[in-house]
C-alpha cells in the first residue's frame, strides 16, 4: 500500500529557506489533495497548507501565506512544502498528510516526519 | 485560525471510559461536520482515529467513538487500555483551512 516517505532532517541558518519533500511510494497521490502539518518541541499539530497534485492548487493557513509554497510534481508522485525567512521557532517536525477519501478534512496517511532545525 | 480548546489532560483506570472535549466557533466544529481525531504516541506520527465527526476508519476499534454537539466536539474511549495512553488531537475543516486542537495528554492509572 502507499506510504509517504519524507525528505531527511534538516539544519539550517535564521533567514533562510528549506524545502521539504513527501514521496508517494508504492502508489500515487491520484485526485487526493496532501497537507502540511508542523509540531513543535513539546507542542500541538499546526496545519499549514494543502495541495490537490492533480491540480497544482494549493491553499495556506493565513499564518504562513507569504512565507509558505507548496508544490507537486505528478512525474514523480512528490509534493514539496519550502517555507523561506526561516526563525527559531519554525524549529519542529514538518508531517505531510493524505487528506482522505472522502475529502481533504480529515488525514488518513502520514509521513514520519522530517525535523527542520533552525539556529544560527 | 484560533487552535480547538482541548483539555491538557485526562485520565482513568484500565477498563474505564475517559471523554475529551474539543470547542470551537460556528467558523470551524459548530459550522461542518468535518470532525476528526487524531492519537499521538510519543515520537510517532499521528493516527487517524475518526473522521466525520463519528466515524471510524477499518482498523480502529469500537472503543473509540465521536460525538458533537453546536460547537463542541468529543471523543470518547471506553474500556481504556494501557496502548490507549497517548496524546489527542481533535481537527476541525474551517473554510478553505483546518485547525487543530490544542492536544490532550490520556494517561491510563
Known amino acids: 500500500q502507499v506510504q509517504l516517505v519524507q525528505s531527511g532532517a534538516e539544519v539550517k541558518k535564521p533567514g533562510s529557506s528549506v524545502k521539504v519533500s513527501c514521496k508517494a511510494s508504492g502508489g500515487t497521490f491520484s485526485s487526493y489533495t496532501v497537507s502540511w502539518v508542523r509540531q513543535a518541541p513539546g507542542q500541538g499539530l499546526e496545519w499549514m497548507g494543502r495541495?490537490?497534485?492533480?491540480?497544482?492548487?494549493?491553499n495556506y493557513a493565513l499564518k504562513f501565506q507569504g512565507r509558505v509554497t507548496i508544490t507537486a510534481d505528478e512525474s514523480t508522485s512528490t509534493v514539496y512544502m519550502e517555507l523561506s525567512s526561516l526563525k527559531s521557532d519554525d524549529t519542529a517536525v514538518y508531517y505531510c498528510a493524505r487528506g482522505g477519501l472522502r475529502g481533504y478534512w480529515y488525514f488518513d496517511l502520514w509521513g514520519r516526519g522530517t525535523l527542520v532545525n533552525v539556529s544560527s | 485560525q484560533s487552535a480547538l480548546t482541548q483539555p491538557p489532560s485526562a485520565s482513568g483506570s484500565p477498563g474505564q471510559s475517559v471523554t475529551i472535549s474539543c470547542t470551537g466557533t460556528?467558523?470551524?466544529?459548530?459550522?461542518?461536520?468535518?470532525v476528526s481525531w487524531y492519537q499521538q504516541h510519543p515520537g510517532k506520527a499521528p493516527r487517524l482515529i475518526i473522521y466525520?465527526?463519528?466515524k471510524r476508519p477499518s482498523g480502529v476499534p469500537d472503543r473509540f467513538s465521536g460525538s458533537k454537539s453546536g460547537n463542541t466536539a468529543s471523543l470518547t474511549v471506553s474500556g481504556l487500555q494501557a496502548e490507549d495512553e497517548a496524546d489527542y488531537y481533535c481537527c476541525s475543516y474551517a473554510g478553505t483551512s483546518n485547525v487543530f486542537g490544542t492536544g490532550t495528554k490520556v494517561t491510563v492509572l
Open positions: 466525520e465527526v463519528n
Open positions: 460556528s467558523s470551524d466544529v459548530g459550522g461542518y461536520d468535518f
Open positions: 495541495i490537490m497534485p492533480i491540480l497544482g492548487t494549493a
